[in-house]
């Protein structure tokens, strides 16, 4: 690994069953994760992706490419646009420093509607 | 706000026990989901980023009432902030969890930053911190992870029939 490495990009179909089956596997039952009528009468388009789930992408995108040996010492993300049903979620990443064992990568997941998820992943290099 | 002054001086409360050890039917259930196929994953230790998920509350659970984020939610809901929107969520990572292990996660108001006018509408954002720690065989505690979490707490520019219910 090295500094400008840049992780092939990465594309994940947003189905209802990814966003379901990743919130309860989160075990997160909050309604807007798997119910479409309570998540449209919140004011939301549709059901979204949970939190803990665009983290656990994030991971998956960076771990995928790095090696599954790879420690992984943090993941910071800002939110953006809502992930719905039926967009496509496109992860890229470029490794921007490399300083006393730890990579950071800059990480983005950008939907029709704009960036989903920015952040950095700092893992063991 | 001198609610948030009150609550953050709760410090690092409501400590609580995950409902389950970490165990490997919970983590095949995520890594499914996640289409994660690292064999580590099937070897005894559990995702990082996993931490948050054994201590989520479930469709039973429901926090303590000592809960500093919790808390605050419920003074600025009252105060007429209804909608709430995830805008950051820092986790590091002490170590990957292994199998077997029982975690205990604690939260603190960190701060409480407003009114602010956003894109969503006026609203304050309110930061809190967990930390998860798992029993050393020595009795002390270890930091396993960490995690910043900030919510936009705000009131909807434009009232829908669920959020006025």
Known sequence: MNVGDTIPEWSVAITPTLIVSTAIATRDFQDVHHDRDLAQGHGSKDIFMNILTSTGLVERFVT?????????????????????????????????????????IEVKGAVSLGDHVVGTVRVSA | MAEAERIKAFGEAAEREARDPVNQPTINN???????????????????????????????????????????MKVLTDAGYTAVLGTNCEQTYERTLKVGEQVRVTTALDSVVGPKTTGMGVGYFVTSRNTWYVDAPDGQREVVARMLFRVLKFVPRVSTDGDSA
């Open chain 1, 64 to 104: 995928d490419w790095a090696g599954g040996d790879t420690d992984v010492r943090g993941i910071a993300i800002r939110l953006g646009a809502p992930a719905y049903p039926s967009d496509t979620l496109t992860f890229s990443g470029t490794v921007s420093a490399i300083e006393d064992g730890v990579a950071v």
């Open chain 2, 30 to 72: 995520w890594v499914e989901a996640m289409g994660n196929t690292n064999p580590r994953w099937q070897g005894g230790e559990a995702p990082p980023s996993m931490a948050q998920v054994w201590t989520m509350y479930g469709l039973g659970g429901r926090p303590p009432a000592d809960d500093p984020l919790h808390a605050m």
